[in-house]
Structure formats: C-alpha cells, structure tokens
C-alpha cells in the first residue's frame, strides 16, 4: 500500500487527487490530509479514506473539525505548525496542494523523508526553487510536476537528455478575457474575472489566468524545475486548452503533450510514475475537435507575461517578491480595492521599488531570506495600492 499524504485536499487539485484515490482504496493508505475553513468536507474525506490524521491550517476551525471527527479514530489538529506536522508524518507520496506562497514550508517539510511530491504548489518553485531542488537532492527525494503544462514537458522529455532541448513552448488558454477589447480590460470584474473558459479550478488560480499571471507563474516554474534559460522558454496563446506544452529539439522536431483540460492525467501520471496507471478522463476525439489553433500572446494585454521575464533574468529572491507582490494584488483585487489592471502595476510597482532598494538580486537565497521577502513585498504592495489611483 503507497501511504499517501494531501496538502490542501479540499481544494480543486486536492479534491481531484482524492478522486483518484477513493477508486482504489485498497491501494493507498491514507496519512494525512489538510484543509483550511471547509472542514465539513475535510471530516467527510478523512473518514470516508480512513486518514490517520486531519488538520486544518485555521486555528479557529479546530473545535468544528474536532466535533465533526470526535469518535471517528482520525487524530485533528489546527493551525500552520500542524500543516507541517501532517507533511512531516512519513508517507510515500505526498501531494502539494495548498494554494499560494504557504504550501513552501509544508512541501519542504514533506521532502524530508526523501520519498515522493507531486508539486501543484507552483509558488514554491517561483518562490524558492533552488531551496526546493537542493532539499530534495540532499534527502534523495522525487519532485513530480503537477501543473497540467510542466506535467505535459515531464513526459515529453522521458528518454529524452536536457542537452537536446532547444526550447519548451508553454501553452496558455489566454484566460476568460482573451477576446475582450483591451480597452475593457480596465473594467473587469471580479465575477468575470474567476471564469475561465476550459478548466474549473480554485478561485485564485482562475483569476490569475485571466490576468495571465498564472502563465507568468509557469514560465518562471519552468526555468526553476527544467533548469533552462529563460530565452529557451516560449508562451502561445492555444484557445482550446488540449495541447498543454510543446518541447523543441535539436533536430527541429518538437513533442507536443495533448490531452484534455483535466488536472486528474497529471495528478494521475505522478500517482502511478514511473509506470502509467488507468486515469478516467474523457478520450479525446480529434476528428470531432477538428483542429488546433494558436496565437502570439500579445505583450500589451498581457503586462504579467513581460514581468515574468524580468524576473527569470534577475533570479535571487526577485521570484519570492513577486510572488508575494501578486498575491497581495490577488488580495486587493478580490477585496474591490483595485481594478482588474491594476494587479499588473501593483507587482510592477513593488518590485521596482524593491530592486531600487537593493538585495533581491544578488541576496543568497536561504528559506528564511524567501520568508523574509515574502513578508516585505507584501507590506510594500499594500503601501503602493494607495499611490494606484
Ligand atoms: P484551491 O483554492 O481550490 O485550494 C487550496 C487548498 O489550500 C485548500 O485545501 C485550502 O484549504 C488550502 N489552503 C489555503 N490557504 C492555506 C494556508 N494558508 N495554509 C494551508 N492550507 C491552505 O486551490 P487549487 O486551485 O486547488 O490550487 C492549489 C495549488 O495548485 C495552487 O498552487 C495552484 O496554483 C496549483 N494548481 C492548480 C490547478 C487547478 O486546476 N486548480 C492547476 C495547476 C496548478
Ligand atoms: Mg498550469
């Protein structure tokens, strides 16, 4: 039995992770699952999965949770040290799951028993990469990409040596306002903003693929896990969501990864590698599809995808900056405080004025130097949403 552990189960990738499971239970032995304020649906899953242990990171939902698992045999726990403490419980494979720059300290902690993370937590990657690769060398443990695009470049470079690969072309759906005059951009509401025409997804994640900071996030992830330069990785706008990433090589070929606009292939395929396992997403009918298009992302609707750019050149902690500066945003635009456009300039605003200041570029990287700017960035973005007018 694989004893499996969930970060962030009752979100949109945790709850597809769990999918896959509960249709094999016999296979899997279920450590610990995490959760954050729904811990009606948290109590449901660690029964229903047997789970030793349920936490939930809020600190005020520990009496429900424990009422609603009171005689069920789970262990409950509440708050961020108990989300560490979940990952630290050893198990074989361990999902990644939680959304935002708070899934780095739990994924690392999880790395510890050298054995595997499937890594949909794409902000440790742009927060703190290299912390994250070194971790996982040092304890001899596997990091798997979750990320539908990273998952699909993964495969595409099975047998494949990195020393071939010209470039990697990162697919983009181009978000719920990819067809939008950009002078109505400015307008976008928040309820439009969190629709994304293929995938269903968590709200932050929705939203940040309709800014295309989502993408932004990616193409920084993939120059961290792939270890290639940032000129070797390319963005394409692909409307309908089923080639998820192209990988370029040396003799001009390219392997393209299709499949449909359903996280549980990649979740699946980090279930069972190295082997492939039966994952129950629909089987694509390509004479029914008809056909692939792309287009160019155009620079000038998407500002997120130019910042992106800047900070896969500057490397250091600029990638912890900008993540912080963008959640922050997130934050702001979710709380009506600034406008749809306003995200970009906030982040670019912060980092700025963070680089003006010295230290993000050249600063050693270390968890409590990513932790440190983590926490600035996002002071110095609430400062700046003042000056947004
Ligand atoms: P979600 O919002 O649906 O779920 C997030 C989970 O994290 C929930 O279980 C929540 O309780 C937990 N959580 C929230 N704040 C927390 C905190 N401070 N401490 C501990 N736990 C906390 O998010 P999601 O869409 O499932 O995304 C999860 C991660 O996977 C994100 O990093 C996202 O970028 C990445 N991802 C998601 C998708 C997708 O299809 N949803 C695709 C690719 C990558
Ligand atoms: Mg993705």
């Known amino acids: ?122 902000e440790s990657l742009v927060t703190a990469g290299p912390i994250l690769l070194t971790e996982a060398r040092a304890h001899n443990a596997t990091i798997l990409p979750v990320d539908s695009e990273h998952s699909a470049v993964f495969q595409a470079l099975v047998g494949e040596d990195m020393s071939a690969v010209e470039r990697i072309i990162i697919t983009a759906s181009g978000g719920a306002f990819r067809d939008w005059p950009i002078e109505k951009l400015a307008t976008a509401t928040l309820a439009e903003a969190s629709r994304h025409p293929n995938w269903d997804m968590g709200q932050r994640i929705t939203i940040d693929s309709a800014s295309m900071f989502n993408k932004a996030m990616e193409l920084i992830e993939t120059k961290e896990f792939f270890g290639c330069t940032p000129d070797q990785i390319e963005t394409v706008i692909h409307p309908e ?103 970009a300039r906030l982040v670019d605003a912060t980092l700025n004025k963070m680089s003006a200041q010295g230290g993000l570029q050249n600063a050693t990287i270390s968890l409590d130097n990513v932790l440190d700017t983590d926490r600035l960035a996002r002071i110095r973005a609430g400062e700046l949403i003042a000056t947004l007018g």
Not at 15 to 36: E, F, K, M, N
Not at 57 to 63: K, P, S
């Open 1 to 122: 039995m694989k004893r499996i552990t969930v970060l962030g189960a009752t979100g949109s990738i945790g709850q597809s992770t769990l999918d896959l499971i509960a249709r094999q239970p016999q296979a899997y032995d279920v450590v610990a699952l995490t959760g954050g304020r729904n811990v009606v649906q948290l109590a449901k899953d660690a029964i229903a999965l047997k789970a030793d242990f349920a936490v939930t990171c809020f600190d005020e939902c520990y009496d429900e949770l424990a009422a609603l698992l009171s005689g069920s045999g789970v262990a409950v726990a509440a708050g961020a040290e108990a989300v560490k403490e979940a990952a630290l419980r050893p198990a074989d494979w361990t999902m990644s799951a939680i959304v935002g720059a708070a899934g780095l300290v739990p994924g690392m902690a999880a790395l510890s028993h050298g054995a595997t993370l499937a890594l949909a937590n794409k």
């Open 241 to 343: 969501s089923l080639i998820h990433a192209l990988v370029g090589f040396c003799d001009g070929g390219i392997m393209a990864h299709v499949g449909p606009p359903d996280m549980r292939h990649a979740i699946g395929y980090a279930l069972h590698w190295p082997s492939r396992g039966d994952v129950p997403v629909e089987r694509l009918d390509l004479a029914k599809i008809g056909q692939f298009n792309f287009r160019a992302a155009d620079s000038a609707r998407y500002p997120a995808l130019e910042i992106a750019r800047h900070v896969m050149e500057e490397g250091g902690l600029t990638g912890a900056a900008f993540n912080a500066a963008k959640e922050r945003a997130l934050d702001a635009f979710v709380a009506g405080e600034i406008g749809f456009l306003d995200m």
